[in-house]
């Protein structure tokens, strides 16, 4: 074999490598400095200057388009709170108390990040219409058929995550995300 074959055979290698190598970084976590609060994870400097390439590369793939953390944190849940898969077949109770913030949301997304296409033309809970127990406690469904109360449609797919958007968050939510108190998100049965 010519020495320009095996070069040329070399770099072909070294392109396919280095691109499937970019793909599973830019792919898998959140980027620099993840943070786990129960099922929920979350990147450090999500909308910060200090982003690294790659968590801005990670941001830009998902289509967050992450304001700056002064403005909105982002939490991601991708497991229940029994670290099992989120199945868009099971129905889950998503509940939790005040959050350190002004005003939250939460999106349900398919596996690769787009809407869920339902019947119900609903994609998200936002904080005030999810149900205020007396206890302070607020609370919602997620399901692949339809609920009472407030309840987000997963359209039975496989997979999905759950997005947190967590609006005017505190300085010392900001500086230290790990303290966090997050929903919790409880399988109740798949069908």
């Known amino acids: 074999m010519k020495s ?11 392109l396919i490598g280095g691109t499937a190598f970019a793909v599973h970084q830019v792919r898998g976590g959140l980027g620099d400095g993840t943070v786990a609060i129960g099922p929920w994870t979350t990147g450090k400097s999500f909308g910060t200057a200090e982003a690294s390439a790659l968590t801005r590369a990670k941001v830009a793939l998902s289509g967050l388009l992450a304001l700056p953390a002064k403005e909105a944190m982002y939490f991601t849940a991708k497991v229940d ?9 099971c129905t889950y109770l998503v509940s939790g108390g005040k959050l350190d913030g002004r005003w939250w949301s939460v999106t ?3 596996g690769e ?8 033309n609903r994609w998200s809970i936002p904080a005030h219409a999810a149900t205020q127990g007396e206890d302070g406690i607020w609370s919602f469904t997620v399901a692949p058929d339809t609920q009472s109360g407030s309840w987000l449609p997963t359209g039975g797919v496989k997979a999905f995550d759950l997005t947190l958007r967590l609006y005017h968050p505190s300085a010392t939510l900001i500086s230290d995300p790990a303290k966090a108190s997050l929903p919790a998100i409880k399988r109740l049965g798949c069908i």
């Open 4 to 14: 320009w074959h095996r070069f040329a055979i070399c770099v072909t290698l070294g």
């Open 81 to 89: 709170s029994d670290g099992k898969a989120l199945d868009g077949r």
């Open 113 to 120: 990040g787009w809407l869920v296409k339902n019947s119900a």
């Open 108 to 110: 349900l997304y398919e």
